[in-house]
C-alpha cells in the first residue's frame, strides 16, 4: 500500500476530487484513493469511460469538467485535484487536432482557473511520455528535448507549460506525471475501451477469440529480437505514484516525473508471456514497420524514485499479464452472461 509521508497535509479523510474517474487510470486512482480512507468526488462525462469503473463509495457527478467545476468546487472542501480528464488517441489527434485543444487545454484552462478561486492549489496531473516525441537515446530522463510528434503530445506539453506558470504566478502546487505504457488491472478494475489500441489487451482478445491474431509492427528493428521495446508499468503502481505526489506537493512549484519500470519487453516478449499466461497459442503475424514508432522507448524513473519514494513493485511483465488475463477473462464472462439473457 502506499505509505502517506507523516508531515502531508492530505491525509487520509480529506476530500480530492478525480476528474476522468470513468476511464482506466483514473478509475484506478479513485479506487485506491477511497480504500486508503480519502473522500473522493469523481467527475466525467461518460464520452469514452465506463460508468461502472467509478467506485461506488465516491461521489458521481456527470458532465464536462468545464461546466461543473465551479458547481463542485464551490463551498467545498476539496483540497487536492487528479486530474485526468483528456482526449487521449494519438492517431485521431492528428485526423481531429480541435478537439484535442478544446479538450486537454482549453478543459484544464477552465479547471485551473475554477481552483484558483476557490483556494484549492494542490493538483496532480496525467501528463504523457508523448511530450517527448521520438528520444534520441534511452532511458529517458526529465530533462531531455520536448519534441511531441502529434497534437495529443504537444497538447499535453502545453498544459504542463500552463500548470509551471500557474506555480510561479499563482502559488499552485502541482506534479505532471509523464507515463510510458500503462497496463495490468486492479481488480475489478482494467482497461476496457471502445477502441483499443494498447498492445496487451489487444494480445489477451486474441487470447479469448475475439481477434484471430496479433499484428507485430516490424520484425526487423535494431532490438535483439527484432521488435520493438517499451516500458510497461502496473496500473497499481501508477496509482501510487499519483497519490505520493499529491501528498507532497508544495504551494509555488511544479515538479515533472517520468514514470516507467526502467526495463524493456519486446512485442515479441509480450506475446510469448502472454501466451504462457493464458494457455493459448496466441497466433502473431508480421507487419509493416509504422510510421513514427521508435524502435526502443524505455523511462527513467530515478527521480520519482528518488524525490517521491516511489517504488513500482508490480511492472515485472508477468504479474502485469496475469491480472490484466484475470480482468479480461471476467469482461468476457460478463458479456456472455449477457448473451445468455
Known amino acids: 500500500?502506499?505509505?502517506?509521508?507523516?508531515?502531508?497535509?492530505?491525509?487520509?479523510?480529506?476530500?480530492?476530487?478525480?476528474?476522468?474517474?470513468?476511464g482506466y487510470v483514473g478509475s484506478v486512482c479513485a479506487t485506491v484513493l477511497v480504500e486508503l480512507g480519502y473522500r473522493v468526488t469523481v467527475v466525467d462525462d461518460l464520452s469514452t469511460g465506463n460508468r461502472?469503473?467509478?467506485?461506488?463509495?465516491?461521489?458521481?457527478?456527470?458532465?464536462?469538467?468545464?461546466?461543473?467545476?465551479?458547481?463542485v468546487l464551490a463551498g467545498s472542501d476539496i483540497s487536492a485535484v487528479f486530474?485526468?480528464?483528456?482526449?487521449?488517441?494519438?492517431?485521431?489527434s492528428v485526423?481531429?487536432?480541435?478537439?484535442?485543444?478544446?479538450?486537454?487545454?482549453?478543459?484544464?484552462?477552465?479547471?485551473?482557473d475554477s481552483m484558483r478561486?476557490?483556494?484549492?492549489?494542490?493538483?496532480?496531473?496525467?501528463?504523457?511520455?508523448?511530450?517527448?516525441?521520438?528520444?534520441?537515446?534511452?532511458?529517458?530522463?526529465?530533462?531531455?528535448?520536448t519534441q511531441p510528434t502529434n497534437p495529443y503530445g504537444a497538447s499535453k506539453l502545453t498544459i504542463d507549460n500552463i500548470i509551471t506558470s500557474y506555480a510561479t504566478a499563482y502559488g499552485l502546487g502541482a506534479t505532471s506525471l509523464r507515463y510510458f505504457n500503462v497496463a495490468g488491472a486492479y481488480g475489478s478494475v482494467g482497461e476496457?475501451?471502445?477502441?483499443?489500441t494498447h498492445l496487451i489487451p489487444l494480445v489477451l482478445q486474441v487470447a479469448l477469440g475475439h481477434r484471430e491474431h496479433i499484428s507485430m509492427f516490424g520484425t526487423d528493428w535494431p532490438t535483439e529480437d527484432g521488435t520493438a521495446v517499451r516500458d510497461y508499468?502496473?496500473?497499481?503502481?501508477?496509482?501510487?505514484?499519483?497519490?505520493?505526489a499529491a501528498t507532497s506537493n508544495t504551494p509555488g512549484v511544479h515538479r515533472i516525473f517520468n514514470l516507467g519500470s526502467g526495463d524493456g519487453f519486446s512485442v515479441k516478449q509480450v506475446v510469448d508471456t502472454c501466451r504462457e499466461v493464458t494457455g493459448h497459442p496466441i497466433p502473431a503475424v508480421e507487419a509493416p514497420r509504422r510510421a513514427g514508432d521508435p524502435a526502443t522507448l524505455?523511462?527513467?524513473?530515478?527521480?520519482?524514485?528518488?524525490?517521491?519514494?516511489?517504488?513500482?513493485?508490480?511492472?515485472?511483465?508477468?504479474t502485469i499479464v496475469s491480472d490484466a488475463w484475470a480482468f479480461t477473462q471476467n469482461l468476457g464472462d460478463q458479456a456472455h452472461s449477457a448473451r445468455k439473457r
Open 1 to 22: 500500500m502506499t505509505a502517506i509521508p507523516d508531515s502531508s497535509s492530505l491525509a487520509p479523510g480529506s476530500h480530492v476530487l478525480v476528474t476522468g474517474a470513468a
Open 52 to 71: 461502472s469503473a467509478i467506485p461506488a463509495e465516491a461521489t458521481f457527478v456527470e458532465g464536462d469538467i468545464r461546466d461543473v467545476a465551479e458547481e
Open 83 to 92: 486530474h485526468f480528464a483528456a482526449r487521449s488517441l494519438v492517431g485521431e
Open 95 to 112: 485526423e481531429k487536432p480541435a478537439e484535442y485543444w478544446h479538450h486537454n487545454v482549453v478543459t484544464t484552462l477552465e479547471l485551473l
Open 117 to 145: 478561486g476557490h483556494g484549492v492549489n494542490n493538483l496532480v496531473f496525467s501528463s504523457t511520455a508523448a511530450c517527448y516525441g521520438e528520444p534520441e537515446q534511452v532511458p529517458i530522463t526529465e530533462d531531455m528535448p
Open 192 to 196: 476496457n475501451r471502445e477502441v483499443e
Open 233 to 244: 508499468i502496473h496500473i497499481r503502481d501508477l496509482a501510487d505514484a499519483h497519490i505520493l
Open 298 to 318: 524505455i523511462a527513467s524513473s530515478a527521480k520519482a524514485i528518488a524525490e517521491l519514494g516511489w517504488q513500482p513493485s508490480r511492472s515485472d511483465l508477468h
